[in-house]
Every structure is written in C-alpha cells, then in structure tokens.
C-alpha cells in the first residue's frame, strides 16, 4: 500500500531554515505529483505547495511563496520542502501528498497523505 513518512520536523526560531522530506513507498514515485500541506492549531488544513511528477511544474501559495521550495529525489523517492525566513504562523502540521491533475495544473485531488511532521516556529 502507498506510505508517506514525514520526517525533519522540529523547533526553529523565526527567521530560520528547517527542511522537511517525505518518503514515498508502495507507489510509482517518479510519475506521482505530490503536495505539501499545512494545519495549524485550530485552524483547517490547508495547501502549501505542489510539485509535477517531474518536477518542471510547481505551485505555492502566496503565503509561502519566495520563502518555501518544494522539489523532489525521483531516484531516492522523496520530496522535500525547504523552508526559509520561517515565522511563528508558519508553526503548523506539515503534510506530504500524492497529487492528481490531469491536463491541467496545479492538481485538483490530493488521495494518500503521511501523518504529518510537527514544525514549531519560536519567536
């Protein structure tokens, strides 16, 4: 079955960098898109970033744009997510992803998630 294994998570103060990958298993890694997600206490989960299967394609949200980078390791069948200039709101659950988007870009479904990496932004 498809697994996903965050890991990297941590304490960073703000201002700093943090990386987190995510291993896939159980899946054609270098032909799944994926994504990473965010949730932070009480709040709802919500989009980050995506990667294509080939990682030509990528999309952010515009709360993370020009401070986070997603890329990906076909041969080693991970992901990452580089963080950088980290603030305190950044402090959230980081989820990986398997994306589906079809013809069209960004993806549409996100179908198999990890159980999340705990990211703790200190002022």
């Known amino acids: 079955q498809v697994q996903l294994v965050e890991s990297g998570g941590g304490l960073v103060q703000a201002g700093g960098s943090l990386r987190l990958s995510c291993a896939a298993s159980?899946?054609?890694?270098?032909?799944?898109?994926m994504g990473w997600f965010r949730q932070a206490p009480g709040k709802e989960r919500e989009f980050v970033a995506a990667?294509?299967?080939?990682?030509?394609?990528?999309y952010y949200a515009d709360s993370v744009k020009g401070r986070f980078t997603i890329s990906r390791d076909n041969a080693n069948n991970t992901v990452y997510r580089q963080m950088n200039s980290q603030k305190p709101e950044d402090t959230a659950v980081y989820y990986c992803?398997?994306?589906?988007?079809?013809?069209?870009?960004?993806?549409?479904?996100?179908?198999?998630w990890g159980q999340g990496a705990q990211v703790t932004v200190s002022s």
């Open positions: 990667i294509s299967w080939m990682g030509v394609r990528t």
């Open positions: 159980g899946l054609t890694f270098s032909s799944t898109a």
């Open positions: 992803a398997t994306a589906s988007y079809g013809k069209g870009w960004p993806p549409y479904r996100y179908d198999y």
